[in-house]
């Protein structure tokens, strides 16, 4: 019998997309283009149902949830991002990272090295999730 539980388990993606909505646009959903808060849903994007797209009401433009921040643009679902950033807060290797998300070795350190340059943008800007 199994008893190992893989830590990707414990988390869900619309969970990690909530928590991002819940910080990033805590005082209503602002376009990062122009800064707008007149914004409108549009919808939900294809390939990640949990992901809420919108449009701006100033500048037309569109974007979604991950718009402007550290995961936007990436192959790896947010919960995998999550997840490497509370194991780097573990102070686990690269390596130890790959193991527990199934990742290989390169992509586990492009990824910490994404998240670690995001950070240090927060410190002298803005949440991490928007550098």
Known sequence: MNLLISI???????????????????DGVVCPHCKSHETIRRGKDDTQTERQRYQCK?????????????????????????LCLYLMSLNLSNQQIARELGLNKDDAQAMTEQLRQGIEKKNTCK????C
């Open 8 to 26: 990707s388990s414990l988390t869900s993606e619309a969970a990690c997309f909530e928590q991002v909505r819940a910080r990033r646009w805590a």
């Open 58 to 82: 100033g500048c037309e433009k569109r974007f979604d949830d991950l718009t402007g921040t550290v995961f936007e643009g990436h192959h790896q679902p947010l919960k995998v991002w999550v």
């Open 127 to 130: 949440p991490v999730w928007e």
